[in-house]
């Protein structure tokens, strides 16, 4: 059984690898390119912590085989921050204290990120029912909510 | 295991037609990749459709609309003419799984997948919607209530794929909805739902009507005693309560982890008659 | 919110305090690498040549393991060890042993998913494969879940032979755990009643689903030397138990507890650690073990499921006159005892002249429980707020008036023995009461539940060590994971006491060879009892630096004071001086003696009872039986909230644990004893569209065993909501709730039964 190649972009960097069919693209991510800040809660979609955008459209990693990523372009939570400057919604999920254990964060970064470049201004159910596939055992989604709705505003006024 | 992702649909039908062992064609993968990682399959072929033209286009067709099938559940959404004409169907199809699962999965992967429970397929069985098919002994078109025949199992024969569904024109003054009962808000599997799709006079009389069922039954129900208990109404009281009863009654459903014979039955029933209220009055109707 | 307290002597004194750092709101330590992907949790470790290890396990409920053939896995390729319970060294206490056996089966498995043999190979593919070629012969047995029936004499035993000390006669071999607790004549107290309530109420087991699946990597030379890395609530407690489960001495092996992605109990035992240790130490090579999500509801603990008969008698002005309450818990297949913490807590809210509680557990073929938020606390106080509130709608009173009435207070004797000191029920109480929660009018098909809760907070093993650097900074040195954002607890404490601005401080969790013994990260104690070590250990530099600026000054160390991060002189008789700063002293400490730092070790106790008050209003739709919450308004004494964000997120947190708990989440069993929901999917914890917002409000009713006043506050909060919701759904949909989830097709059940 050989090994398939794919080319793809990752966070803006080209990146190639080797991956054998049945491997996911989380498990590329977080085992041959050295990306660990997608997580794996599941593996079968139930948590989100996997998000990523796959040519800019939320999907959760665990249910994309890496070899359909040929091609494509993939954004991870290392991607979101510019350099030393964190993006909008980083800033408002930690001043909002959004997160306790941090597991779930890199999924809802995703996750929310996508949401604001569709919808602007959402209102507060809005963001609860497109986050309800970020599955977050510690914070009750209060803060998280919070936050996601300060960064939009904070994102419209900019 | 072999990944292929063919550009042509030949390409495609070759591979599977040929595969000894078991294959996989893969859509948007939501089923599939749950289904290899808890190893309930374990396929020699999996066949990428996402790259063969068409596959990713929705198209107006006859006053109606070609759906391909890699087209996702959040490109269906974004689509406003298609929403406008089948609500209900996009409703349906936007109530699987979550925002991710939006972004890849599809309507003919849910249709294929065979569950019981699958959200979009009583919708698109209320809509009278038509798959095209593809195979090896060339194309043929089958109505979307002819695919699953039981759980986990189609009439599709080896090699067969389906490239698009299409959901048909209809008339003015026509509505439909899709509601399905979930312990939680989302993110969960259908213990009951309904997909009703009528068409309304100039009076609010109602001239036709589809009523379906998912997961009270291993295949989905279309039930006739609910659809004609409201033709030739307004919907009033009296009508929804023997749609309500017809649902109820034409339920066969299973006892499991997700819900009792008995609630199933209920709520079946009850889904019916708010899906029944919200398909009139997307229709114009008011009450 | 946090609303202050200003009555009462401890709280006064307390409040005289004028804090700088603590009760301010910034942003966590932690926090940038957890929101640019950087923070490594347990599964993001890797060590070059490394293996992967997967576990097979039992398909069984119940069966004796009459053989184990490992030969096929060892013969494939790429296959490099293979462990069974024959690879571990016998222990000699029980309760390790216990945790041994549910580590690796030996001679029988207890539950589906009971792990039974280890393979570690150069890839996850080929140790799955390998597993394929193990060949186990069982011999079933028959099984059983239930709690009830596992009391059963028909019912099968788990442990045959197995003696369990101070078990009353006429209980069966599976009754593991028998305890009583309580005081004054029951008879008398019932006489007393205007009314007596009898009910009985069953809970479903729950798993903490914290969202990371258990991890670890483990490496072991021939020297016989070893480190593991791993999510854990507790790196000494996984040393020792690694350690002795593998034949080696706690020096040689060497603990670090990655970042963790929640625990809530469930990460203070071993599952994978002593495996992929063994496996290291055969193989040569480092060996990773992480879980899959199903293996993480198979054989992970989940808590227990309860079963529970409660009797009150109140009379007609809502005077609690008895309470009774015979408590049966199973926590799988091992013995614990949670059920004894729920019979401590079940009235523990309450100033009772006679009170009495019994508690059984019961051993049946489940995975063995592991600790979940204020463990046994939850179920127990659920029947009895339940039973509160029916009383109150039977008499027509005032759910909160009564619970005024009745609450425990200082001098109160307590359910459970000791006689309360400062504590802040009825604060909490009398907070929920004023609140415009209370007082929101309700639509159609709505109810409103109130319950209090009540856990006891632990103190525990702690060291803390804290170095001054010489640019005057200083490093905090602990050894408990930060589950929640202890770390800026922890910090901001250290800041205050030296009196220096937040961003000098840094706080690190170090390894087990790097910082004294520390209890595991649980029972709420970690800004108790990590803070309390820290407040002490910056005393000590304090007491240093001012040596130190003695020193300086020619004068005596008694005559220097600490005065906002800086040594001055006691006075005008000490001499006359400027006040020398921290950053002078640490930058001239070389000359005067050499580094300067400060630690302190404690066995801590006077962690500080903790109450809190849940309000919630529910909306039923009575022809689904679906629940929604309209709002939810937690109340909590916290002693002093020392980063009051964090303190928010785990009354917050805890809430939806208990919601989750009340309405859906419950491991489901088929009749043939394996578990049908091992997954996200059917085992539904709470999504954020199934929630409002979660109001917060903190009440300060200082802990006299803190120097600055602090309660832990992590495990309340899942108390309350259990009875809460169900008494909200009790009153919307018209019918008394007595079964744990109150999932819809039990709802609708219930309101069509009530016809
Ligand atoms: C977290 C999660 C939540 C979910 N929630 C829901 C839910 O609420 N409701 C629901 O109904 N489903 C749900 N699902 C299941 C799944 O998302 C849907 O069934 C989805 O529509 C499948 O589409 P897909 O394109 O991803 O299918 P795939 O996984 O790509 O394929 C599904 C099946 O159909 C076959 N297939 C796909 N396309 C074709 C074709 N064109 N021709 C022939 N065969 C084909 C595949 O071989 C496979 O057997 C959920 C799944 C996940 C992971
Ligand atoms: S790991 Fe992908 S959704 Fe959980
Ligand atoms: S912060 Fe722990 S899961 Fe969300």
Not at chain 3, 81 to 93: G, L
Not at chain 3, 686 to 709: F, K, R, T, W
């Amino acid at each position: 059984m050989s090994k398939i190649h794919v080319s793809t972009s990752i966070n803006g960097d080209a990146v190639e690898y080797l991956c054998e069919p049945e491997e996911t693209l989380l498990d590329v991510l977080r085992n041959r390119v050295g990306l660990t800040g997608a997580k794996e809660g599941c593996g079968s979609g139930d948590c989100g912590a996997c998000s990523v955008a796959l040519d800019g459209r939320l999907v959760c990693s665990c249910l994309v085989l890496a070899a359909e990523a040929e091609g494509k372009t993939v954004s991870t939570v290392e991607g979101i921050a510019e350099g030393e400057n964190l993006h909008v919604l980083q800033q408002k999920l930690l001043d909002h204290a959004a997160l306790q254990c941090g597991i779930c964060t890199p999924g809802i970064l995703i996750a929310s990120k996508a949401l604001l470049e569709k919808n602007p201004d959402p209102t507060e159910t809005e963001v609860r029912y497109w986050l309800a596939g970020n599955l977050c055992r510690c914070t009750g989604y209060d803060k998280i909510i919070r936050a996601v709705m300060d960064a939009a505003a904070e994102m419209r006024g900019a | 295991m072999r990944f292929e992702s063919p550009d042509t649909i030949e390409q495609a039908i070759g591979l599977l037609n040929t595969c000894e062992g078991t294959s996989r064609v893969l859509a948007g993968g939501t089923d599939v990749l749950v289904q290899l990682r808890l190893a309930l399959v374990e396929p020699e072929l999996i066949v990428d459709i996402k790259h063969i033209a068409g596959m990713r286009d929705i198209t107006a067709e006859d006053g109606g609309f070609r759906i391909g099938a890699a087209v996702s559940g959040a490109e269906m959404g974004e689509h406003a003419d298609l929403v406008a004409l089948w609500p209900g169907v996009v409703e349906a199809m936007e109530l699987i799984g979550s925002t991710q699962v939006q972004g890849r999965a599809t309507l003919a992967g849910n249709l294929c997948n065979a569950s019981p429970a699958a959200d979009s397929v009583p919708a698109m069985v209320a809509a009278n919607a038509v798959a095209t098919i593809v195979g090896p002994n060339g194309t043929r078109e089958c109505p979307v209530a002819d695919i699953p025949v039981s759980p986990s199992k189609t009439s599709l024969t080896k090699g067969e794929v389906i490239t698009s569904i299409y959901l048909p024109a209809r008339p003015d003054n026509s509505g439909d909805a899709y509601l399905r009962f979930i312990p939680r808000t989302e993110m969960d599997i259908a213990v009951s739902s309904a997909g009703v799709s009528l068409t309304i006079n100039c009076d609010g009389v109602v001239t036709q009507a589809r009523v379906s069922l998912g997961a009270v039954a291993p295949t989905v129900l279309v039930v006739e005693d609910a659809s004609s208990a409201i033709i030739g109404t307004k919907l009033e009281d009296a009508a929804i309560a023997t749609l309500q009863a017809a649902c109820s009654a034409a339920c066969n459903p299973i006892d499991d982890k997700r819900g009792t014979v008995e609630f199933r039955t209920k709520t079946a029933g009850v889904m019916a008659k708010r899906a029944a209220l919200i398909a009139y009055s997307r229709a114009g109707g008011s009450k | 919110m946090v609303t202050e307290y200003k009555e009462g002597s401890v709280g006064a004194e307390f409040n005289k305090r004028e804090f700088k750092v603590v009760g301010t709101r910034p942003p966590r330590p932690d926090g940038v690498d957890k929101v640019t992907g950087r923070a490594l949790f347990g599964a993001d470790f890797t060590a070059p040549g490394m293996l992967h290890a997967t576990v097979l396990r039992s398909p069984h409920a119940h069966a004796r393991i009459v053989s184990i053939d490992t030969s096929g896995a060892l013969a494939m390729d790429g296959v490099k060890a293979v462990v069974t319970s024959e690879d571990f060294v016998k222990q000699t206490s029980s309760g390790n042993q216990d945790t041994l056996d549910n580590c690796m089966a030996r001679g029988k498995v207890f539950y589906d998913g009971h792990a039974i043999v280890a393979v570690a190979a150069t890839s996850v593919k080929i140790a799955n494969a390998a597993l394929k070629l193990i060949k186990v012969e069982y011999e079933i047995l028959p099984h059983e879940t239930d709690v009830d029936a596992a009391m059963l004499d028909s019912a099968p035993v788990l442990h045959e032979g197995r003696k369990f000390r101070n078990i009353p006669e006429g209980n069966n071999a599976n009754v593991s755990g028998y305890w009583e607790f309580g005081h004054g004549d029951m008879d008398e107290g019932f006489a007393k009643a205007d009314i007596v309530i009898e009910r009985s109420f069953k809970t479903a087991a729950t798993h903490q689903g914290y969202i990371e699946p258990h991890a670890t990597l483990a490496t072991m030379g021939p020297d016989g030397r070893g480190e593991i890395w791993v999510c854990t609530q507790g790196q000494f407690m996984v040393r020792d138990l690694a350690a002795a489960f593998v034949g080696i001495e706690a020096s040689q092996l060497r603990v670090t507890a990655s970042e963790i992605g929640g625990g809530f109990g469930g990460k203070t035992t071993v599952y994978l650690e002593p495996v992929a240790l063994a496996l290291a130490k055969k193989s040569g090579r480092p060996v990773k073990m992480v879980m899959t999500r199903e293996e993480v509801f198979r054989a992970s603990g989940p808590t227990t499921s309860s079963s529970t008969d409660v009797k009150i008698g109140m009379t007609k002005d809502g005077r609690i006159t008895a309470g009774q309450a015979k408590l049966r818990y199973q926590g799988g297949a091992f013995p614990n005892i949670t059920a004894m913490l729920g019979a401590m807590t079940a009235f523990a809210s309450y100033d009772l002249e006679a009170v009495q509680t019994q508690a059984w557990n019961v051993l049946t073929n489940r995975p063995k429980q592991a600790a979940y938020r204020a463990p046994g606390a939850p179920m127990a106080i659920y029947t009895v707020e339940s039973v509160v509130d029916e009383l109150c709608q039977k008499l027509g009173l005032d759910p909160l008036e009564v619970r005024l009435l009745n609450a425990a207070k200082k001098g109160t004797l307590s359910s459970y023995g000791p006689t309360f000191d400062e504590i802040g029920l009825v604060a909490t109480l009398e907070a929920a009461k004023a609140h415009p929660h209370y007082a929101a009018p309700l639509g159609p098909n709505q109810g409103r539940g109130v319950s209090c809760g009540f856990w006891f907070n632990f103190a525990g093993n702690t060291s803390v060590s804290m170095n001054i650097n010489e640019d005057g900074t200083v490093a905090v040195i602990e050894g408990n994971p930060d589950i929640g954002g202890s770390r800026a607890s922890i910090s901001m404490m250290a800041a205050e006491e030296l009196g220096i601005p937040l961003e000098k401080v840094r706080t690190i969790v170090a390894d087990t060879n790097a910082i004294g013994f520390n209890d595991v990260t649980d029972g709420s104690r970690v800004t108790f009892a990590v803070g309390l070590a820290t407040i002490k250990a910056a005393r000590a530099a304090i007491q240093n630096m001012c040596g130190r600026a003695a020193q300086i000054w020619g004068i005596d160390a008694d005559a220097v004071d600490w005065v906002d991060g800086a040594a001055v002189p006691t006075g005008h008789n000490a001499g006359d001086f400027p006040p020398m700063s921290l950053a002078k002293i640490a930058a001239d400490s070389a000359k005067t003696g050499g580094p300067i730092a400060g630690h302190f070790e404690v066995n801590a106790d006077g962690a500080g009872v903790s109450f809190g008050v849940h309000l919630v209003d529910v909306e039923v739709d009575p022809e689904t039986g679906f629940t929604e919450i309209k709002r939810y308004t937690v109340f909590q004494d916290a002693g002093k909230a020392i980063h009051p964000d964090y303190v928010e997120g785990q009354m917050q947190g805890g809430a939806v644990q208990g919601i989750g708990w009340a309405l859906n989440e419950e491991y489901i069993y088929g009749e043939d004893g394996k578990l049908q929901n091992a997954g996200f999917l059917d085992y539904r914890i709470p999504v954020a569209s199934d929630l409002p917002m979660i109001d917060a409000v903190i009440l300060e009713i200082p802990n006299p065993g803190h120097p600055y006043g602090v309660r832990g506050v992590g495990e309340t909060g899942i108390v309350p909501p259990l009875a809460a919701v169900a008494n909200g759904v009790s009153h919307a949909a018209g019918v008394r709730m007595t079964e744990l989830p109150m999932s819809p097709p039990r709802i609708l059940a219930a309101i069509d039964g009530a016809k």
